[in-house]
Nanobody
C-alpha cells in the first residue's frame, strides 16, 4: 500500500522557517492529492494545505495563506511544505496523507484522507 513518511520538523523561533517533506513509496493507489494536516496539543486535527496530483492546484487554510507554500517533485515522489514567518500557534504535529480519489478538488478536512504518515513535530517558541 501507499506509504507516506514526513520529515523536516524541528524547533524554531517565531518568524523562522522550516521545510517539511512527505516522501511516498510502495504501491500507489488512485488518490486525488496530498494534504498536510496538523494537530496541536488538545485540539482537533486541522487541514493546512493540499496539492492535487493531476494538475498541481494548491489550496491553503486561511491561517497559513501567504506564509506556507506546498509544492511537489514528481520525480522524487515527494511533496513539500515550506513554512515561513512561523508563529507559536503553528506548533503542532504535522501529518501528510492522501485525499481519496472520489474528490475533484482539494478539501481541508481530515476525514477523507487515508495513508497517514507518522507525523513530524513542529515547535515554534522563543
Amino acid at each position: 500500500q501507499l506509504q507516506l513518511v514526513e520529515s523536516g520538523g524541528g524547533s524554531v523561533q517565531p518568524g523562522g522557517s522550516l521545510r517539511l517533506s512527505c516522501a511516498a513509496s510502495g504501491f500507489t493507489p488512485d488518490y486525488y492529492g496530498i494534504g498536510w494536516i496538523r494537530q496541536a496539543p488538545g485540539k482537533e486535527r486541522e487541514g493546512v494545505s493540499c496539492i492535487s496530483r493531476s494538475d498541481g492546484n494548491t489550496y491553503y487554510a486561511d491561517s497559513v495563506k501567504g506564509r506556507f507554500t506546498i509544492s511537489r517533485d514528481n520525480a522524487k515522489n515527494t511533496v513539500y511544505l515550506q513554512m515561513n514567518s512561523l508563529k507559536p500557534e503553528d506548533t503542532a504535529v504535522y501529518y501528510c496523507a492522501a485525499l481519496r480519489s472520489v474528490f475533484r478538488r482539494c478539501v481541508l478536512i481530515p476525514g477523507p484522507y487515508d495513508y497517514w504518515g507518522q507525523g513530524t513535530q513542529v515547535t515554534v517558541s522563543s
